[in-house]
C-alpha cells in the first residue's frame, strides 16, 4: 500500500511521541511536504544544463577560474539531515568560460538531493569537467552534518572536507598547493 507524504509525516510526528492530531501540529505534515519541494529540487533539474546554456568563447584567457565560499546545503541519505557548509569550485577552462554564477547552480542542483559528501563533490567535478572540457577542475566541500553532531557521536563543531581534483590540479603538484593556499586563504 502506498501511502502520501503527508500521511509519511504524520506516522513520523507519532513516531516521535507527539499527538498529530493536537493543534500546533495539524498542519505540520502538509508543511513538510511542501517544504520537500525545495530542499529536494535537484531532483527536478538536470545541472549540467546551467553550464551547456550559457557558454562563451575566451580565446587567451588562461588562467584559474575560481568562485569560493558557495553556500552548500545538502541532505545526508542515511539520516536525511542537514549537510551544511561551503563549497569551492574552481576550473581552468581550455576555450569555454561560465558565468560565476552557473557554477554556484551546478553545486545547487546535486546538493538539493540526498547525498553523501563524497559523491557531491564528484558529481560537481564531473558536471564541469564533461560540459566545459577544462584543463583541469576542482571541487572542495567542507561541511558539517547535523547527523553527527546532533545525535550518535554528537561531534559538535566538526566538520568534513572532501576534494575532487582533476586534469592539471591532480597532475600537477604545485597547481594543487596554490589551490589549498587560495582557499584556505581567508579562514
Ligand atoms: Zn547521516
New binding site residues.
Given amino acids: 500500500m502506498k501511502i502520501t507524504a503527508e500521511e509519511a509525516v504524520r506516522a513520523l510526528l507519532e513516531h516521535a511521541g507527539d499527538d498529530p492530531d493536537r493543534e500546533g501540529l495539524l498542519e505540520t505534515p502538509k508543511r513538510v511536504a511542501k517544504a520537500f519541494g525545495e530542499w529536494f529540487e535537484g531532483y527536478a533539474t538536470d545541472p549540467k544544463e546551467h553550464l551547456s546554456k550559457c557558454f562563451t568563447e575566451v580565446g587567451g584567457y588562461d588562467e584559474i577560474v575560481i568562485l569560493k565560499d558557495i553556500r552548500l546545503e545538502s541532505y ?6 542537514p ?1 551544511i557548509g561551503t563549497a569551492h569550485v574552481g576550473y581552468l577552462p581550455s576555450d569555454k568560460v561560465v558565468g560565476l554564477s552557473k557554477l554556484a547552480r551546478v553545486v545547487e542542483g546535486y546538493a538539493k538531493r540526498l547525498q553523501v559528501q563524497e559523491r557531491l563533490t564528484a558529481q560537481i567535478a564531473d558536471a564541469i569537467e564533461d560540459v566545459l572540457k577544462p584543463r583541469g577542475v576542482f571541487v572542495i566541500i567542507d561541511a558539517a ?4 553532531a546532533t545525535r550518535g557521536i554528537h561531534k559538535h563543531g566538526s566538520s568534513m572536507i572532501t576534494s575532487a581534483m582533476r586534469g592539471v590540479f591532480r597532475e600537477n603538484p604545485a597547481i594543487r598547493a596554490e589551490v589549498m593556499a587560495l582557499i584556505s586563504d581567508r579562514r
Fill in positions: 545526508c541519505e542515511h539520516h536525511m539531515a549537510i552534518h547535523f547527523c553527527t
